[in-house]
């Protein structure tokens, strides 16, 4: 995989804080117990900045927004919007069939069940809610607006399966793979190929961040989509629409 250029990838700076699209395959921070030398988020910031902290965690198959300190100071000040849920955040997914949710509330406890997966738990699951609007509809597919208020892991992912909804590609919780044979009509194969899904992950990006930057300024940020999105939306569009 090609490294980013990490000064490629900020879409806000300031003194004290930056926002990158994080690219997708690329984790967080460091993975536990990791003691090779795979590239994360963290270790690119630090490059830049050397105090970097990132703020929050997304999902490695994830992209999009991601808030990174430059200072403690900074890094404090955005740990406390978190903590008060004051961060707003809004991702896009692709989910498949045909869903009309208008302001859909899930509230469903997860809990963690250790090795990097999650189940719902009424009993022993930590309280997790997450907002669905639906903004675009396809044949079998639906592009939606989710904004978790808690953050829990695979929050999203988990919540929209429990409605049948799994996010394209995401096999852990059900998803399948887009294949374009399945979209687009007399579709061939070449001799001895193997078709290929559209995208190479699940179809989850993290579009938008509203927090302060400081005591008083409040920002929005949007990252634009990445390319196997901006893709699979366009075939979508021109085959399944």
């Known amino acids: 995989m090609k490294i980013p250029k ?12 930056m926002v990158v699209n994080k690219p997708a395959f690329i ?10 030398s795979e590239i994360s988020m963290l270790r690119l910031a630090k490059n830049y900045v050397e105090d970097a902290q990132i703020c929050h965690r997304l999902d490695k198959e994830t992209s ?5 300190a430059k200072n403690p100071e900074a890094y404090r000040l955005v740990s406390m919007q978190f ?3 004051k961060v707003k955040k809004v991702y896009h997914a ?6 009309v949710f208008d302001e859909l509330q899930v509230d469903l406890p997860i809990l963690n069940t250790g090795k990097n997966t999650v189940s719902i738990s009424r009993q022993e699951g930590k309280r997790a809610e997450t907002w669905f609007q639906s903004l675009k509809y396809y044949k079998h597919y639906t ?11 695979h929050q999203i992912r988990i919540h929209l399966a429990t409605q049948r909804a799994s996010i394209a590609g995401d096999e852990m919780y059900k998803g399948k793979p ?8 007399k579709y061939h194969l070449g001799k001895d190929q193997e078709e290929l899904p559209i995208m190479k992950r699940f179809a989850l990006h993290a579009y938008e961040v509203t927090f302060k930057v400081n005591e008083t300024q409040e920002v929005t940020i949007h990252a634009p989509y990445p390319k196997d ?8 569009d021109k085959f399944d629409s």
């Open 27 to 36: 984790s967080s921070l460091d993975e536990r117990g990791d003691g090779s």
């Open 6 to 17: 990490f000064t490629d990838l900020i879409i806000y700076e300031d003194d004290n804080l």
């Open 64 to 68: 999009g927004a991601l808030i990174i």
């Open 94 to 99: 692709v989910i498949e069939g045909t869903h």
């Open 143 to 153: 592009l939606v607006e989710c904004r978790p208020v808690t953050g829990r892991m």
């Open 229 to 236: 999105f901006e893709t699979l939306l366009k075939l979508l």
């Open 83 to 85: 903590e008060h849920r």
């Open 178 to 185: 887009v294949l374009l044979s399945q979209l687009k009509r």
